[in-house]
């Protein structure tokens, strides 16, 4: 095994990275930790209305915030709303578009086979019941302070990422959620003013999980990982 030198010439500031190296032991049974935590968390569509601290929503979005993006542009914005007028606003926007899709047709029949088990439909009322809702915008390209616009790059995945880490970070409050696209979703830029710039990604209603809630009985895939080539 050959290490890399880490002595380089480098043309932009460069900082030491020495995080404390685990004894393998260590590493493993904290893995197993991290996903028998994991492991407890489900999307769900029932929901308490019981406050939630703003300072969770900052830990949440501070989390999601240390994600890797492309070129380390960072291209997401997540506003955080409380407003229950806005809230509702989104709720009739967001259910005036799921009726086209649920009973006017626009949802193809394969798609509807493969929503059954969920039974997901038009009513979105969470979105008046929890305490807050989270927009995440991505930002195919970033308005710089001299008027340019710097373009991103692998924008989906990037934002795509900072959302995991976001759901993780509130499963570890105690605190749910459940991962909504709404369907198309233009509506939420023009109710929360987002610039040309940005295009809505998905959105978090998070609360408490309501004392009676129940979510579909669903296992995970036990064919994730495969080795190349196999043994
Ligand atoms: N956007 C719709 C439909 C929907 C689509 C998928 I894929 C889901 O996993 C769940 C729902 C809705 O929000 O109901």
Redesign the pocket.
């Known amino acids: 095994m050959t290490n890399q030198t880490a002595a380089r010439e480098h043309s932009h500031p460069f900082v030491p990275y020495q995080p404390p190296r685990l004894d393998q032991a260590e590493g493993i049974a904290r893995g197993a930790d991290f996903h028998d935590f994991l492991e407890t968390r489900r999307s769900v569509r029932f929901f308490a209305s019981d406050p939630v601290p703003r300072e969770m929503i900052e830990l949440a979005v501070a989390a999601a915030n240390t994600a890797p993006s492309g070129a380390h542009h960072q291209p997401w914005k997540f506003i955080a709303i409380s407003d229950p007028e806005v809230r509702h606003r989104i709720r009739e926007a967001a259910e005036h578009e799921?009726r086209i899709?649920?009973e006017g047709g626009r949802?193809p029949e394969a798609?509807r086979t493969?929503?059954a088990p969920?039974e997901?439909?038009?009513d979105?009322s969470y979105l008046d019941v929890v305490p807050w809702i989270v927009v995440v915008f991505a930002e195919k390209s970033t308005p710089l302070p001299d008027g340019d616009l710097r373009k991103n790059y692998y924008v989906n995945e990037s934002v795509s990422i900072a959302c995991g880490l976001f759901i993780a970070a509130l499963h570890t409050m105690g605190l749910a959620t459940l991962t909504?696209?709404?369907?198309p979703m233009a509506f939420l830029s023009e109710i929360l003013h987002r610039p040309a710039t940005e295009r809505p990604h998905s959105l978090f209603p998070i609360g408490y999980p309501a004392p009676d809630c129940e979510v579909p009985a669903l296992t995970r895939k036990p064919d994730a990982l495969e080795f190349f080539p196999p043994a």
């Open positions: 799921e899709n649920y949802l798609w493969a929503l969920l997901t439909d038009s979105k909504h696209t709404p369907n």
